[in-house]
């Protein structure tokens, strides 16, 4: 009986499925999952309306179930992708204020120390000055900076 009505109503079925499934691939695939579901319990559907009412309700928890296993990977990239569009933006707006209100000193420390993670003693040694000279222009830089993207926000 199964194999009967499930010939005879395929089409129909795929419809369901085509309705609830992204592609016809996906749709022919949950398709063949819920006959292969069904197949153990063939012999308590007597009739091919309970063929057609076990298969909908079938088709139709396969096609949630791929969703669901779709959905956080695709939630992920596109998480990812806006925040790597947000980082980005966030980023070249911070080297627009930099080059708008920094001096070339200060620019020059700010890359040395935060971009390449150069110690002070260092960055002094650099640009021939005092570790304390450099500290001091990087706390006004980063100052400028702080207040100058909260004014943005």
Do not use: C, G
């Amino acid at each position: 009986m199964l194999t009967t009505a499930f010939v005879r109503l395929r089409k129909k079925f795929l419809q369901q499925a085509r309705t609830m499934l992204p592609s016809l691939e996906d749709a022919e695939d949950a398709l063949q999952e819920a006959f292969v579901r069904l197949w153990p319990h063939a012999e308590k559907l007597l009739t091919h309306k309970d063929v057609e009412a076990v298969t909908k309700v079938t088709i139709r928890h396969i096609a949630i179930d791929q969703s669901r296993r779709k959905q956080p990977s695709e939630l992920i990239m596109e998480e990812a992708k806006s925040d790597y569009l947000d980082d980005k933006e966030r980023l070249a707006q911070a080297e627009m204020l930099m080059q708008q209100l920094l001096t070339p000193l200060q620019r020059d420390i700010i890359r040395l120390r935060e971009y390449e993670d150069r110690p002070y003693s260092e960055v002094a040694a650099t640009l021939n000055m005092t570790e304390t000279a450099v500290r001091m222009q990087l706390s006004r830089a980063r100052k400028i900076l702080r207040e100058a993207w909260k004014k943005q926000l």
